[in-house]
């Protein structure tokens, strides 16, 4: 009993704290009704934003790989690498978002319904990856590998996702847009 209680702590902080991020952004990109002139920069951060996607799965593939090895240290380096690329889009995305809202997709025809599937399952599960992020991230900095490995099979093929579809996402308004 006291061991499924241990292995249940992060969830205290990490599930409050993942809800305020994800409420914030949706304050951020659909709620917030002023919004200051953006700088000439902020249109570059949506191609930096598929940059550093892109990177973090590019270091999540790296990561499983090296792990499917056997070489931890590698896949320790390869998984924080993916944290900070990951790390750094979400300060990108809340900067440009701050600046410029909500991107409407102005794509008709059976595109549409593609785009907004990718869009719905990528803001869907973006969602849910954070708190499976930081509990895999908690259980082995913690040291306690048998839980880490059991979340992380699930964490992996949700954040890989997030990140393709993230750039994908890109991909298509940069095309209609």
Same mark, same amino acid.
């Given at each position: 009993?006291?061991?499924?209680?241990?292995?249940?702590?992060?969830?205290?902080? &990490?599930?409050?704290?993942?809800?305020? &991020?994800?409420?914030?952004?949706?304050?951020?990109?659909?709620?917030?009704?002023?919004?200051?002139?953006?700088?000439?920069?902020?249109?570059?951060?949506?191609?930096?934003?598929?940059?550093?996607? *892109?990177?973090?799965?590019?270091?999540?593939?790296?990561?499983?790989?090296?792990?499917?090895?056997?070489?931890? =240290?590698?896949?320790?380096?390869?998984?924080?690498?993916?944290?900070?690329?990951?790390?750094l889009f979400l300060v990108s995305y809340v900067v440009y978002h701050n600046f410029?809202?909500?991107?409407?997709?102005?794509?008709?025809?059976?595109?549409?319904?593609?785009?907004?599937? &990718?869009?719905? *399952?990528?803001?869907?599960?973006?969602?849910?990856?954070?708190?499976?992020?930081? *509990?895999?991230?908690?259980?082995?900095?913690?040291?306690?590998?048998?839980s880490h490995r059991g979340i992380a099979r699930f964490t992996l093929p949700v954040?890989?996702?997030? *990140?393709?579809?993230? =750039? =994908?996402?890109?991909?298509?308004?940069?095309?209609? =847009?």
């Open positions: 009993m006291a061991t499924a209680l241990a292995e249940r702590r992060p969830l205290v902080w &990490i599930l409050p704290l993942s809800a305020a &991020i994800a409420g914030f952004l949706v304050w951020l990109i659909y709620l917030k009704t002023t919004r200051a002139p953006a700088p000439p920069w902020i249109g570059a951060l949506p191609a930096a934003n598929a940059l550093f996607n *892109s990177c973090s799965a590019v270091a999540l593939a790296a990561g499983w790989f090296s792990i499917k090895r056997g070489n931890r =240290v590698a896949h320790a380096r390869c998984m924080l690498t993916a944290v900070a690329f990951s790390a410029h809202g909500d991107t409407r997709f102005p794509g008709q025809g059976l595109i549409r319904p593609v785009y907004f599937f &990718i869009l719905i *399952s990528h803001i869907g599960l973006s969602i849910v990856a954070l708190p499976m992020i930081l *509990s895999t991230l908690f259980y082995a900095a913690t040291r306690r590998f048998d954040w890989f996702y997030v *990140s393709v579809t993230g =750039v =994908v996402v890109f991909a298509l308004l940069r095309a209609y =847009v």
